[in-house]
């Protein structure tokens, strides 16, 4: 059940902030909240990072794939599996987010800009790399820790 509200929670938190940051940048425009913290308006109708602008409706069918088999890999994994699903749960929230946004806006508001990283981006990817994040490192920490038992 964990995994299923991770999915709503990672959907909601980035829906709920896109809509704060479009209220926000409406009145205030782009503003500095913090020396690495700026919120400024930047609509992606590419990929990732903001690469291949324009494909949005491409990336829009991708991503319907690509989450109903995240989606259908999610349901097929062994219950001890945790990490992987808690993981993948927090990607599927994430992809879904911005999946919202092509189909009904045919781009994704992207708001945060920090000078930590390059380019603008929003809730939803910090999800999708959160998760990538949780599932590599599960897997790291299977390997080492099957690794170390053959020994």
């Known amino acids: 059940m964990l995994p299923y509200l ?12 896109k809509l704060w940051a479009a209220a926000f ?13 700026t919120i400024r308006e930047t609509y992606n109708r590419g990929i990732a990072l903001g690469m291949f602008q ?3 409706p491409v990336v829009g069918w991708l991503s319907i794939g ?14 001890d599996q945790q990490g992987y699903r808690l993981g993948l749960a927090i990607m599927i929230g994430g992809a879904l987010g911005n999946l919202v946004d ?8 992207d708001f945060i800009e920090t000078p930590l990283r390059p ?8 999800m999708i790399y959160a998760g990538v994040f949780l599932t590599l ?12 038992h053959k020994t």
Do not use: C, M
């Open 137 to 148: 490192g599960t897997a790291v920490y299977d390997w080492w820790a099957t690794s170390k």
């Open 25 to 37: 940048l409406a009145e205030n425009g782009a503003t500095q909240l913090h020396p690495l913290l």
């Open 54 to 56: 324009g494909i949005g």
């Open 6 to 17: 991770l999915i709503l929670f990672a959907f909601l938190a980035d829906q709920l902030t």
């Open 66 to 79: 690509v989450v109903l088999g995240l989606l259908v890999y999610l349901a097929r994994l062994p219950r």
């Open 119 to 126: 380019g603008i981006f929003n809730v939803a990817d910090v």
């Open 102 to 109: 092509r189909v009904l806006a045919g781009q994704v508001l």
